[in-house]
């Protein structure tokens, strides 16, 4: 990908999206406030060894740092000269800080026909609320929906709002790129404005489906399914595993794979529908039978009748045996790591002198 990106983002949904571009080859420019940068430099502990943050370091692999007061004159006109030659501009800016700062998104769009903006912002370009992906997953329904089907609405672990924002993000940056390049993005297009807010709604899907559909809110059904029987966590011997039916076909398997040869033949429970509905009973009786055996005993036995299961991993184990780095983190789905993630102003002299040919290979 031959592209150059002028990053402004802060914390976690901007910065997957720039790392996101640079693993595909892009050219990145992180833009940091002098003396403190991207405040996640400070989220921790953990820190390395060279006293960077591993929550900074999860999400800023392949950039270089550049720190840059936008309240100084002289700083103010590098950034602007970078964005000259820059094809993408991300930043986070709260609704109106860019402007006091001298910064006029729509006349640099005007004076840069080519330049595509990508603003990300919790609520959109006329709220001034910061844009947490603690709060995006209360106010949009993710917590109501998450938890023990008798406990507190409960946060995913993850702070996937962020995430499926700043992919979001990636997608349209890119989208704009191809159109660009074949000469069919109109000028309204070259403005991408990503709201979390919009993206965690849309990552509903399926829930949000079956409230629209039936007209009754969702609920919390713990690590359970509401459309699916079985498709949850289930106690072994000695440690929980998941079960995950798909179809009629894979519940006649794994019935008989836990030797539950009864419940295949029952017709009460031939369908997934009669299973939703027998939901208790169904999961009774698995859950007797499986807690006299260790997880492996019936993983084994499920993968052999090629019913989807799977044992609860830790995130150590998880990660085991894979290339993810303690200084570059997981290895990235598409792209390559050409770059560890940068010190604060790391290329900062570099990057004055010799703005974008500093990434010349």
Known sequence: MNARVLDFTRVLAGPLCSMMLGDLGADIIKVERPGQGDETRGWGPPFDADGESAYFLSVNRNKKSLAADLGSAADRALVLDLMRDADVVIENFLPGSLDRLGIDREAILETHPSLIWCTISGYGSDIRRPG???????????????????????????????????????????????????????????????????????????????????????????????????????????????????????????????????????????????????????VETISHRVIAQPAHHWIDRLEAAGVACGLVRSIAEALAGTNASPRTGVAPVVGDVRMPPPRLDEHGDQLRSLGWRAFQR
């Not at 349209?172 to 159109?179: E, F, G």
Request: glycine share 8%.
């Open 132 to 282: 947490y992906d603690f709060v995006m997953q209360a106010e949009c329904g993710w917590m109501s929906i998450t938890g023990p089907i008798d406990g507190e609405p409960t946060k995913v672990g993850v702070a996937l709002a962020d995430v499926i924002a700043g992919k979001d993000a990636a997608i349209a940056i890119l989208a704009a790129l191809i159109d660009r390049a074949a000469g069919a993005l109109p000028p309204e297009r070259r403005l991408i404005e990503i709201v979390l807010a919009d993206s965690a709604r849309a990552a509903l899907v399926n829930v949000a489906q079956n409230v629209l559909v039936s007209g009754r809110d969702a609920k919390r059904w713990g690590n359970g399914h509401p459309n699916l029987v079985p498709y949850q966590l289930f106690e072994a011997a000695d440690r929980p595993f998941v079960i995950a039916v798909g179809s009629d076909e894979q519940w006649r398997s794994c019935a008989r794979a836990l030797g539950l040869d009864d419940l295949a033949a029952d017709p009460r429970y031939a369908t997934n529908a009669g299973r939703v509905e027998n939901r208790e009973q169904v």
